[in-house]
């Protein structure tokens, strides 16, 4: 079936340094990846809509220049944290929506732990 | 706006049968699907209802009335493993796929 790679699974950075977190579609093209972002006991919230070759779609509340969203080809999608802060630790995770190939099924990535320290 | 609610705890015995209710208010609609996350870990695929009435899989089922705007997610012969977070997500015509604050499911002995 579909799958969704997701890396790094941990880092640790230092306030104010920039971090990127990459997803790939392995068997599938995406074209679209939704980029959630969920804090602990809470539900995931939708950071932004990443769309190959135009610019992501961002949710209200969500700052563009310091979540960088990427969509450069149909199998990678990159969210980079830019200017860390603690604040910004939290659990990142990616997916694509349901696409002919994957039936109706959401694939999500295996999550990215951020900590800032 | 787009809103979709579920009680955010519930406990149930093990061997027991489970409900959880969803209700949701989206613009447009696509698909209704529930997920289990376990802590730490990414969601799991449970059900996807698009028309109305029951999906059965097992010890999970699944109902949907569009009409109502509600779903609910039945889980039965309860099992400890069952412990977790289950998140209803809405599909919306705006090609979204919008959470639910999520249930956290306890089951005690």
């Known amino acids: 079936g579909a799958v969704v790679s997701q890396h790094p699974s941990w880092v640790i950075c230092k306030s104010g340094t920039s971090v990127k977190i990459e997803c790939r579609s392995l068997?599938?093209?995406?074209?679209?990846m939704f980029w959630y972002r969920q804090f602990p006991k809470q539900s995931l919230m939708l950071m932004a809509t990443?769309?190959?070759?135009?610019?992501?779609?961002?949710e209200q509340g969500v700052e563009k220049d310091k979540f960088l969203i990427n969509h450069a080809s149909l199998t990678l999608s990159t969210l980079t944290v830019t200017s860390a802060h603690p604040e910004d630790s939290s659990f990142y995770i990616c997916?694509?929506?349901?696409?002919?190939?994957?039936?109706?099924?959401?694939?999500f990535g295996e999550g990215s732990w951020l900590t800032v320290v | 706006g787009q809103n979709i609610d579920q009680p955010t705890e519930m406990t149930a015995t093990e061997g027991a049968i489970v409900q959880i209710n969803c209700t949701y208010q989206?613009?447009?609609?696509?698909?209704l699907f529930w997920y289990q996350q376990h802590a730490g870990e990414a969601p799991t695929f449970l059900s996807y209802?698009?028309?109305?009435g029951l999906e059965e899989k097992g010890r999970f089922s699944s109902f949907l009335s569009r009409s109502k705007g509600y779903s609910y997610l039945l889980l039965k012969e309860l099992q400890m493993k069952d412990s977790a977070s289950y998140l209803c997500?809405?599909?919306?015509?705006?090609?979204?796929?919008?959470f639910g604050s999520g249930t956290r499911l306890s089951i005690r002995p």
């Open positions: 068997d599938f093209q995406a074209t679209t």
């Open positions: 989206t613009s447009g609609f696509n698909g």
């Open positions: 997916s694509a929506p349901p696409t002919g190939d994957s039936g109706n099924t959401i694939y």
């Open positions: 209802n698009v028309l109305d």
């Open positions: 997500a809405v599909w919306s015509s705006a090609s979204k796929i919008i």
């Open positions: 990443s769309n190959e070759g135009s610019k992501a779609t961002y």
